[in-house]
Every structure is written in structure tokens, then in C-alpha cells.
């Protein structure tokens, strides 16, 4: 005889006790608190339609965050069909005889200052989030996605229909932005 | 000999692919090879590992953020939700 305890749903509930939890969950995994919110709401929507669905066997949170997981992946192919809006400014020569090479204005210059001054700053962590909302739309889901929620390159290319090499040529892109951006307003500032 | 010799664009991709451990053996030692004579892609480098340090920091930070809904949010959400259960 089984003991286990079958999990019931009580949608009168759900926003009282998730959705604090739910837009938490969202809010680390996508760019805006706006978007969060529609996030945390369009699960509850989607909870309400698939309640004949839910077998009892994982816990009513469980089960929502799973949908929720749905959403925000459907958030960023959403974002991902939507054309690049943005210019993207190249530090390499792209043909000729310098070809791949570092545009001379372009290169890295030495920072300032050598001590990783302040890592956990207010001030740095407003510069970082500046340039990163500075990146062309792509760039930004695709960086935020591998290096600061540390999805797996697979998972990433799997649900952006994207290759490896794409995804390290943008990683590529984002960063390199993001270096002379934060050399600008940071380190040389 | 020729075969190890990468452009700037080449080497810097493959280091930031090294900054999340997924560059390949053979990768590597051409982005070692490529240091030798290019002094500006190893001040790439170098700066590369620094943000990467502080990109770590950000993003533990991120995670470990509490956020909560106001209660005008909630309410509204509750509206909604309501509305679609009738």
C-alpha cells in the first residue's frame, strides 16, 4: 500500500503563497521586473488551463515553477525572433590584409588600477548592469543566460535554435563590448 | 606551424571560451602560441579573467537577491487570476 501523500491544488491560493517565490525566481532569470511580473501572472493563467493535468505527484510549487520555467524559456525565443535592433560595433578588422587583427583604437588599454577595487560595490554593480543593458537585445539574453543564470551552452543553443560556434561568437561579442564599455566608464574613469 | 596560427578574433573568442572551462586542449595551446607574439590579446586576457571574477560576484549577488511583489501587484494579479477562474 502506497503511503505517499497526493498533492492537491488550491488556485484561490496560489498568488498569496507563490507569487513572491515566483516573481523571485524570474526577477535573477530575466532583464525586468515589469517582465517578471507579466511572467509570474501568464504562469498562474496557464496553471488555471492544465489543472486537469496535474497528477498529485509533485507539490503544488513544484509544479507551477515548472511552468514558470516554460515561460520564461518561450520569454527568450520570443526575444530571439526578433530581429537584432542594435548596431554592433567590431574591434577586429574584418577583411583584408588585417584581417582578425585588433583596430589599433579598438585595442585594450592598460586599466588604471590593478586591485579588483570594490568587487562587490553598489557603484560597479550599477556600471556592469549600464553596460550590459547597453548590448544589443541578443547579446544580452545570450551572455545573461550562460554567465550570469550558468545555463548550459546546450540547453542555450537547444532552445535559441542556435549553434555552439554562434553562441561563442556572440559570447564573444557581448563580452568584448562589455570589456571596452566597463574600460570606459569603470577602470579608466 | 601553420596550422597553430590564429587571428586576434580567433584568440579572443577562444579565451572567452576558456572563461567558462570549455575551450578545448587544442584550443588552448593555440591561444598559448598566439600570447607569444601578441602582447595585446595576453592585456585582453588578463583583463578577461579579472571580469570574469567580477561577473561571478554579480551574478551570486543576483541569485541571492530577495525581491518581493508589493502588495498593490499582488492584488492586481489576484484580480486577474480571479477573472479567469470564473
Known amino acids: 500500500m502506497s503511503t ?57 510549487r513544484t509544479w507551477l515553477v515548472s511552468i514558470l520555467k516554460r515561460k520564461i524559456i518561450d520569454h527568450y525565443r520570443k526575444i530571439n525572433s526578433k530581429k537584432g535592433k542594435a548596431e554592433v560595433r ?37 556600471t556592469l548592469e549600464y553596460c550590459i543593458d547597453k548590448l544589443p537585445e541578443k547579446y544580452g539574453m545570450v551572455f545573461n543566460m550562460k554567465t550570469i543564470q550558468g545555463f548550459e551552452t546546450e540547453e542555450i543553443c537547444k532552445e535559441l535554435d542556435i549553434t555552439s560556434s554562434n553562441l561563442w561568437v556572440i559570447i564573444h561579442r557581448a563580452r568584448t563590448q562589455l570589456r571596452r564599455c566597463m574600460e570606459d566608464n569603470w577602470f579608466n574613469n | 606551424m601553420g596550422k597553430f596560427k590564429i587571428t586576434c578574433d580567433e584568440a579572443t573568442t577562444i579565451c ?49 537577491q530577495h525581491t518581493c511583489l508589493t502588495s498593490e501587484d499582488k492584488e492586481k494579479i489576484e484580480v486577474a487570476v480571479k477573472e479567469k477562474m470564473q
Open chain 1, 4 to 60: 505517499e501523500t497526493k498533492h492537491t491544488l488550491a488556485p484561490d491560493k496560489w498568488v498569496q503563497l507563490y507569487s513572491d517565490y515566483l516573481f523571485n525566481y524570474t526577477i535573477t532569470r530575466v532583464s525586468g521586473g515589469e517582465i517578471a511580473k507579466d511572467l509570474v501572472q501568464e504562469t498562474f493563467f496557464s496553471g488555471l488551463k492544465s489543472m486537469k493535468n496535474f497528477k498529485g505527484l509533485a507539490s503544488e
Open chain 1, 90 to 126: 567590431m574591434n577586429f578588422y574584418k577583411d583584408g590584409e588585417n584581417e582578425g587583427e585588433w583596430i589599433e583604437e579598438r585595442a585594450p588599454n592598460t586599466w588604471a588600477e590593478d586591485t579588483d577595487r570594490g568587487i562587490k560595490n553598489e557603484e560597479l554593480k550599477a
Open chain 2, 16 to 64: 572567452d571560451k576558456n572563461q567558462y572551462g570549455e575551450a578545448r586542449f587544442g584550443e588552448k595551446l593555440k591561444l598559448m602560441m598566439h600570447f607569444y607574439g601578441c602582447k595585446i590579446c595576453k592585456c585582453y586576457s588578463d583583463q578577461n579573467n579579472r571580469m570574469t571574477k567580477i561577473y561571478n560576484v554579480y551574478s551570486k549577488d543576483k541569485c541571492n
